[in-house]
T-cell receptor
Framework: DTAVSQTPKYLVTQMGNDKSIKCEQN?????MYWYKQDSKKFLKIMFS???????INETVPNRFSPKSPDKAHLNLHINSLELGDSAVYFC????????????????FGEGSWLTVV | AQKITQTQPGMFVQEKEAVTLDCTYDTSDPSYGLFWYKQPSSGEMIFLIYQGSYDQQNATEGRYSLNFQKARKSANLVISASQLGDSAMYFC????????????FGQGTELSVKP
């Protein structure tokens, strides 16, 4: 069983379209994240949800809207796609962020490769 | 501000030898965790090892060990007995506990293991 699963894995779409990436975790974690990896492999957080509530919203254009229907799911919807949105988007999950436990690792999904043409 | 720095964009190591990947960090938060992830060419992010800021011992996981030097703010990854399958991108990351738990990543080091 995949712990953090994302769909689709590959997505090619035209500029101006709206698309969604879905994410589910079966680890029982309270917190989920979206990270973006650019063409230079740099990874940056976009959003974080704890128990369905938004707790981190980095400077991301408001064309990007996360939605968490329950604590096991965090979907990413992107409106009016632009060429610069082409990247790999990673979903991740962990236990509550305040824990110092060595087990409080952040686990990543396999990534969703988005190409905007 | 939190920052992670990996100064080695690329490294080569001979199979079966040990290799050290450098990572330095900066934070004013006394409570933080340091992570290393491996990203092979297939793209997934694989968790390797974790070190908490209050941990007295250096973390080890199989062939991976983390050389944690708190005063120097460094958290180098040591891979012993390198294998061809270790060829990948390696990311150091930090999570400060007053920052909502977000991971901040370094630029990554691409490791190539030669047969």
């Amino acid at each position: 069983d995949t712990a953090v699963s994302q769909t689709p894995k590959y997505l090619v779409t035209q500029m101006g379209n709206d698309k969604s990436i879905k994410c589910e975790q079966n680890l029982g974690h309270d917190t989920m994240y979206w990270y973006k990896q650019d063409s230079k492999k740099f990874l940056k957080i976009m959003f974080s949800y704890n128990n369905k509530e938004l707790i981190i919203n980095e400077t991301v254009p408001n064309r990007f809207s996360p939605k968490s229907p329950d604590k096991a799911h965090l979907n990413l919807h992107i409106n009016s796609l632009e060429l610069g949105d082409s990247a790999v988007y990673f979903c991740a999950s962990s236990q509550i962020p305040g824990s110092l436990s060595s087990g409080n690792t952040i686990y990543f999904g396999e990534g969703s490769w988005l190409t905007v043409v | 501000a939190q920052k992670i720095t990996q100064t080695q964009p690329g490294m080569f190591v001979q199979e079966k030898e040990a290799v050290t990947l450098d990572c330095t960090y900066d934070t004013s938060d006394p409570s933080y965790g340091l992570f290393w992830y491996k990203q092979p060419s297939s793209g997934e992010m694989i968790f390797l090892i974790y070190q908490g800021s209050y941990d007295q011992q250096n973390a080890t996981e199989g062939r991976y060990s983390l050389n944690f030097q708190k005063a120097r703010k460094s958290a180098n990854l040591v891979i012993s007995a390198s294998q061809l399958g270790d060829s990948a991108m390696y990311f150091c990351a930090m999570r400060a506990y007053n920052q909502g738990g977000k991971l901040i990543f370094g630029q990554g080091t691409e490791l190539s293991v030669k047969p």
